[in-house]
């Protein structure tokens, strides 16, 4: 059984920031790629940002330049560090990792999202 656990969600002012947290644990060999997808209210859901194993990140054009995805393979954790926050950002971020089970099984696995908050 794998796990992703995010934190770090909350209310912050526009102009702030925020650091997400998910970390991955259970019958993992390996996590390769990793990422960050958000839903607004009434909305679909949007890719954020990605990373690699190795390290090679993307991000969409609304949060490119002001939001920074980065990974601890030993921990078998990614973050997301959010700055220039915007009311727009607002929406229940989740993450998302392939995996590589302990049973030798390639999957994809979804956290339970955290909700962000921008507002005055």
């Known amino acids: 059984q794998v796990q992703l656990v995010e934190s770090g969600g909350g209310l912050v002012q526009p102009g702030g920031s925020l650091r997400l947290s998910c970390a991955a644990s259970?019958?993992?060999?390996?996590?390769?790629?990793m990422r960050w997808h958000r839903q607004p209210p009434g909305k679909q859901r949007e890719l954020v940002a990605s990373?690699?194993?190795?390290?090679?990140?993307n991000y969409g054009d609304s949060v490119k330049g002001r939001f920074t995805i980065s990974r601890d393979n030993a921990k078998n954790t990614v973050y997301l560090q959010m700055n220039s926050l915007k009311p727009e950002d607002s929406a229940v971020y989740y993450c998302?990792?392939?995996?590589?089970?302990?049973?030798?099984?390639?999957?994809?696995?979804w956290g339970q999202g955290t909700q962000v908050t921008v507002s005055s």
């Open positions: 990373i690699t194993r190795g390290g090679l990140a």
């Open positions: 998302n990792a392939d995996v590589r089970t302990s049973t030798g099984a390639f999957r994809n696995y």
């Open positions: 259970g019958g993992i060999f390996s996590v390769n790629d």
